[in-house]
T-cell receptor
């Protein structure tokens, strides 16, 4: 079975500082990986995804993530955060790579990013 | 706005009651997924429908059921409600059932259920 671990439940950071949100997954086969963002009182929005190819993927709002197969990690980074980046961030894995089950998402517990002025 | 709509936005009810949550997928999407977000369990996949047929099942309780109608909207029915069922219920939709091809899931704003 697959699982996702987000190593930090809360990350406080000052505006314009860099940030890294850590995500590790477990799976014995290839996976698809995602980062979603949830702003207060809103649904989930896809930030970026890794399906195949280049291990460095760029997403919306200046975020990027690097897939590291040997370390089974998919950490999210942004070189300079804004107040508006304050939100909860979820790492997720899909079993789509197994060619079955319709692509349900398995989520980590979430990381609350709090950007302070 | 993802194009996925969910009603109602908030629902407050008592233990033992039954409620129905509704989801309308994006135009053209055939797949609907239901997820539950609670403080205890985090975000969990419940069930998926594709073009009216159940496609995949997650940790969905026997007290919960879902269906997808010919117009592709979906309803999640929760019965014999318990305090622990209080959560945010999300619906997502995608173009296809996936198989071996990736289809992005677009999430609705959720229905917040409070069981008193």
């Amino acid at each position: 079975a697959q699982s996702v671990t987000q190593l930090d439940s809360q990350v406080p950071v000052f505006e314009e500082a860099p940030v890294e949100l850590r995500c590790n997954y477990s799976s014995s086969v290839s996976v698809y990986l995602f980062w979603y963002v949830q702003y207060p009182n809103q649904g989930l929005q896809l930030l970026l995804k890794y399906l195949s190819g280049s291990t460095l993927v760029k997403g919306i709002n200046g975020f990027e993530a690097e897939f590291n197969k040997s370390q089974t990690s998919f950490h999210l980074r942004k070189p300079s955060v804004h107040i508006s980046d304050t939100a909860e961030y979820f790492c997720a894995v899909s079993d789509l790579a197994f060619g079955n089950q319709g692509g349900k998402l398995i989520f980590g517990q979430g990381t609350e990013l709090s950007v302070k002025p | 706005d993802s194009g996925v709509t969910q009603t109602p936005k908030h629902l407050i009810t008592a233990t033992g009651q039954r409620v129905t949550l509704r989801c309308s997928p994006r135009s053209g999407d055939l797949s609907v997924y239901w997820y539950q977000q609670s403080l205890d369990q985090g975000l969990q996949f419940l069930i998926q429908y594709y073009n009216g047929e159940e496609r995949a099942k997650g940790n969905i309780l026997e007290r919960f059921s879902a269906q997808q109608f010919p117009d592709l909207h979906s309803e999640l029915n929760l019965s014999s409600l318990e305090l622990g069922d209080s959560a945010l219920y999300f619906c997502a939709s995608s173009v296809g059932a996936s198989g071996s091809r990736y289809n992005e899931q677009f999430f609705g704003p959720g229905t917040r259920l409070t069981v008193l």
